[in-house]
């Protein structure tokens, strides 16, 4: 009965290792894959199947998971390397190049170490590249560069299952020297600049002060031109009112001396400005021509009187018949 009951006792303790080791090969088998990452499983060695995101139960003592990868985009630091331009100048050029595992298979049996191999080679190609450029073009041409770099990279990697998405220069770095000389060449670049603008000021200036004085000119003369124009104007209107005046002012002379009384009239006028114009005369002057007849008035007013009426009745344009009267005389001879 003793041995019975130890003989159960194993069995018992036998069937309790025996499910234990089973639940622990069960859990140790069973696999939750995250997104975006891929397992690889090898079974007996071999390539067998790619785990993608989920939940994935191994094969106990069979299968195992000999890779992992992450699908994600990633960044990937190219250290700085040392390159020589076209023109013999050492340059040191870092960049970062961007990447991702499109295809885990050939990720993992395609090459051994794709990080790596994916530095070395951008490194190549950036040297490649730079050795076809001057040095002034480095600066310029960074965009394709970076396209150079891309497709060249891009293309080596397509076997290893790797995608280049991007690769961008982080720094270029010329020599101590050649940083010095560069910085001379723009300074002396910013002062000839400077001059031209200084230059094209003084152009500008020169010219608006020029055209300045010109309109000013022009100006000055159409204001002259519009002044003589109105002051001839105003002459033209003062010699037509004046020349109106005086036609008006002969018309009514002339009708004065038709009405009753207008011939006593006009000789006693021109008695009285006989008598004032010799009185001004004598005057003004030392030395006068005077008729020999001073007080033989009445012959100078008939012979006026004479030429008034026939002026009224010739018209204009004829000379006057006027009858002359004259006394000789030692101090000289008037005509009336």
């Not at 295809?103 to 951008?122: H, T």
């Not at 100006?219 to 002044?227: D, P, T, V």
């Not at 033989?296 to 000379?319: C, R």
């Amino acid at each position: 009965m003793g041995n019975f009951i130890i003989a159960q006792i194993f069995n018992n303790i036998w069937v309790i290792a025996i499910v234990f080791f089973s639940m622990w090969l069960i859990l140790t088998h069973i696999r939750v894959v995250p997104q975006q990452t891929a397992f690889i499983v090898e079974r007996l060695g071999k390539y067998h199947i790619t785990f993608n995101a989920g939940l994935h139960i191994l094969v106990p003592l069979i299968d195992s998971i000999a890779y992992k990868h992450s699908m994600k985009e990633f960044a990937l630091d190219v250290p700085p390397q040392n390159c020589i331009t076209q023109d013999n100048v050492g340059i040191e050029v870092d960049g970062i190049l961007y990447m991702r595992v499109i295809d885990a298979v050939k990720a993992s049996y395609g090459i051994q170490d794709y990080i790596f191999a994916s530095k070395q080679l951008a490194q190549t190609t950036m040297r490649s590249v730079i050795g076809t450029m001057p040095l002034d073009k480095t600066f310029e041409e960074r965009e394709n560069i970076n396209h150079k770099v891309i497709t060249a990279v891009d293309l080596a990697t397509d076997p290893w299952g790797i995608k280049v998405t991007r690769y961008e220069i982080r720094a270029i770095t010329p020599p101590k020297s050649i940083q010095d000389a560069m910085e001379k060449e723009m300074r002396a670049e910013r002062e000839k600049r400077a001059l031209i603008a200084e230059s094209l000021g003084r152009k500008e200036a020169q010219i608006n002060a020029a055209q300045g004085e010109r309109e000013q000119l022009i100006q000055e003369s159409e204001g002259e031109r519009q002044r003589r124009i109105n002051e001839a104007d105003g002459k033209a209107y003062e010699i037509r009112t004046m020349a109106e005046a005086t036609a008006l002012g002969i018309r009514t002379v002339a009708e004065a001396i038709n009405s009753p009384g207008g011939k006593d009239a006009v000789s006693l006028r021109v008695a009285e400005q006989y008598v004032q114009e010799f009185g001004k005369l004598a005057k003004e002057n030392n030395t006068m021509i005077i008729p020999s007849n001073l007080a033989d008035i009445s012959s100078f007013i008939a012979a006026a009187t004479a030429a008034i009426e026939w002026k009224q009745k010739a018209g204009p344009g004829e000379p006057p018949n006027i009858p002359q009267k004259g006394t000789n005389s030692t101090s000289g001879k008037f005509y009336a």
